[in-house]
């Protein structure tokens, strides 16, 4: 099992430029999560889906957009970098409800100048 | 007050050290989960709790739901153990609760 799968692992953006941060687990968890880590703080939430086709916004959702159009993938979308926005971001799943399995990809480093 | 709340924020221990980390939370939870993370590394799931204790290689997990407190020893410490130890209770909601870590490092 690969478990949960992000891309890219470094990406350095110009203020103003768009990407995507591409998430994809093969645990068919229901549950997926995207949070960004900031030095010396803990996970912010910025999105959550409990199943396909259902997303919602977390604590800091400002400036970030997502999708869930099957259970494998959870794609987050940055619109218009901001030197804000530079952060490590990690996305989850977890079975909650059944075996409650939290696993988390490696993470993907973003640099905005 | 954060609603996860961990002790210490910071810990250097020796080789071979007995280590305990703590995690205090003030919300009602189905389920605690300790969590590792090692420099520029990922984040890995090492024990997931509801009740009582857990134990894998020199890593125990214990919890008391009455008393809202759970906490992580490492018996026999070693340098590969240095990291951040991440608490995160899940509350029954759909979000997950994060505590700040403990950044334990351990010298030869």
């Known amino acids: 099992n690969a478990g949960v799968t992000q891309t890219p692992k470094f990406r350095i953006l110009k203020i103003g430029q768009s990407m995507t941060l591409q998430c994809t687990q093969d645990?068919?968890?229901?549950?997926m999560y995207w949070y960004r880590q900031d030095p010396g703080m803990g996970l912010k939430l910025i999105y959550y889906s409990v199943g396909a086709g259902i997303t919602d916004k977390g604590e800091v959702p400002n400036g970030y957009n997502v999708s869930r159009s099957t259970t494998e993938d959870f794609p987050l979308r940055l619109e218009l970098a901001a030197p804000s926005q530079t952060s490590v971001y990690f996305c989850?799943?977890?079975?909650?409800?059944?075996?409650?399995?939290?696993?988390f990809g490696a993470g993907s480093r973003l640099t905005v100048l | 007050k954060n609603e996860v709340e961990q002790s210490p924020q910071n810990l250097t221990a020796q080789e071979g050290e007995f280590i305990t980390i703590n995690c205090s939370y003030s919300v009602g939870i189905s389920a605690l989960h300790w969590l590792q993370q090692h420099p520029g590394g990922g984040i890995v799931s090492l024990f997931m709790?509801?009740?009582g204790k857990k134990k894998h290689g020199r890593l125990i997990a214990t919890i008391n739901i009455q008393e809202k407190h759970s906490s992580l020893h490492i018996t026999a410490s070693h340098p590969r153990d240095s990291a951040v130890y991440i608490c995160a209770v899940d509350p029954g909601t759909y979000k997950y609760i994060f505590g700040t870590g403990t950044r334990l490092k351990v010298l030869a």
């Open positions: 645990m068919n968890h229901n549950y």
């Open positions: 989850a799943s977890s079975d909650r409800g059944g075996a409650n399995v939290l696993t």
């Open positions: 709790l509801s009740s």
